[in-house]
């Protein structure tokens, strides 16, 4: 972006705004990585947060909703369905406005109103480290590493 201001090339506003969002997301998945490393091998948390991500149990959920609907309801998956609710509750998201901010992915077009958009992920990545690093805290306290 600073090369495209020096040689006088427009850049969209909404290419800050995927970067900057983009950084904010990125704050929030180290926090939580964090957060896994300090429970488990680096390797075994990395590979965790990339299987049992958010959107796995949300998309669970759905199926689990669609065979209810479709007139199996036992109770397994009644069991199932609010599990996997609970789970995509507590795990965090990586782009918890995705749906929100899809158009500015994809046409770098920002409207004036969708700015506090980026607002709100710096406050919840914010709030997800805080919360990471005292878990984190209170781990290494419970293991007497501090």
């Keep these: 972006m600073l090369l495209s201001l020096i040689w006088h090339i427009p850049v969209r506003a909404g290419l800050l705004f995927v970067s900057l969002d983009t950084f904010f ?54 069991a199932l369905e609010r599990l996997f609710h609970y789970l995509y509750l507590v795990l965090p998201m990586i782009h918890p406005f995705s749906k929100k901010t899809e158009g500015i992915y994809a046409s770098l077009r920002i409207m004036h109103g969708e700015w506090r958009y980026l607002l709100y992920s710096l406050g919840y990545a914010l709030t997800l480290s805080a919360f990471c690093y005292f878990l984190a805290l209170f781990a290494l306290q419970r293991k007497k590493h501090i």
């Excluded at 964090?34 to 199926?63: C, E, K, S, V």
């Design 25 to 78: 997301a990125s704050l929030g998945l180290i926090a939580y990585l964090m957060l896994l490393a300090t429970l488990a091998h680096p390797a075994i948390a990395a590979i965790f947060a990339i299987i049992f991500n958010a959107a796995l149990f949300y998309d669970g959920q759905l199926w689990a909703q669609a065979t209810i609907r479709s007139g199996n309801s036992y109770w397994v998956l009644r």
